[in-house]
């Protein structure tokens, strides 16, 4: 059983930074690559960034690219994402998860969660 637990979610000013991160358990952790994602109230849950096993390959949306920087540290079973320049848009709960198949920006890939942090952005 994997668990993900995520923290450093907060209120920020737009402008501001924020820097998540993500616990993960078990001894698989660097097998997988890792994702986060986003979900705002009323609307879907939403592809963020993803990072590959060895932390080599990046994918972002267009909407965080050049914001956001997805990092791990495979010796401590972590991810992290730091997020710049932030903007009330990005206002919504952040979710880990573990990505398991070939499409990193569609959820039906991912096959652990982590609960969540919330992320608020005031203008």
């Known amino acids: 059983q994997v668990q993900l637990v995520e923290s450093g979610g907060g209120l920020v000013q737009a402008g501001g930074s924020l820097r998540l991160s993500c616990a993960a358990s078990?001894?698989?952790?660097?097998?997988?690559?890792m994702g986060w994602f986003r979900q705002a109230p009323g609307k879907e849950r939403a592809f963020v960034a993803a990072?590959?096993?060895?932390?080599?390959?990046?994918y972002y949306s267009d909407t965080v690219k050049g914001r956001f920087t997805i990092s791990r540290d495979n010796a401590k079973n972590t991810v992290d994402l730091q997020m710049n320049n932030l903007k009330p848009e990005d206002t919504a709960v952040y979710r880990c998860?573990?990505?398991?198949?070939?499409?990193?920006?569609?959820?039906?890939?991912?096959?652990?969660w982590g609960q969540g942090t919330q992320v608020t952005v005031s203008s």
């Open positions: 998860a573990r990505w398991s198949g070939l499409r990193y920006y569609s959820l039906r890939e991912y096959d652990y």
């Open positions: 078990g001894r698989t952790f660097s097998w997988y690559a």
């Open positions: 990072i590959s096993w060895s932390g080599g390959s990046t």
